[in-house]
């Protein structure tokens, strides 16, 4: 694609793109949960539209602790569309490192599941539980957000290192970078 042309495609254009031509196509599959590209999208719109409720604005970091899973995806896909970044955490690590990568990475908010609670350490930091808030969240729209402008370089997520050498140092991965990426392997595979 052209400079030019890259400028208004986004992880989420192209995903709702492909919602309109294949609403009815399977998007999802976790366990024994499927979703359609419509209810993914129409899913993933509920929680954007709660979590810019909530505060989530562009540029700001959400926390995302969650076992893999459908709600997961959902999750990534809603602050994509709100334009704020991810930080990913395992629910697998330790108490000492959650609490160093919370305070440092200045999360807004945490989303996570009631039965991860009390893996996360005590913290400032608001915790939205997703299958506690479901019956809130389904209330909420189902329309698209308004697109957000790339705006190079928007930020898509940030990761920490391991910290063997230290303490762990956030990694910032721009939107423009994860959209490169996945323009690669769309055209690799």
Known sequence: MEENMMDDVTLITLFETQVECTPGNLALSFADETLTYQELNQRAN??????????????????????????????LLAV?????????????????????????????????????????????????????ERPQIVTAPTTNLPHMRNGHPSLAYVIYTSGTTGKPKGVLISQQGLLNHALAMRHYY
């Open 80 to 132: 994509y569309k709100v334009g704020a970044a991810y930080v990913p955490f395992d629910p697998t690590t330790p108490q000492a490192r959650l609490t160093y990568m919370l305070v440092d990475a200045h999360i807004t908010l945490l989303l996570t599941q009631t039965d991860l609670l009390a893996r996360i350490p005590e913290s400032t930091v608001p915790i939205y539980c997703l299958d506690r």
């Open 46 to 75: 509920q929680l954007a539209h709660t979590l810019r409720d909530r505060g989530v604005q562009s540029q700001t970091l959400v926390g995302i602790f969650l076992e893999r899973s459908v709600d997961m995806v959902v999750a």
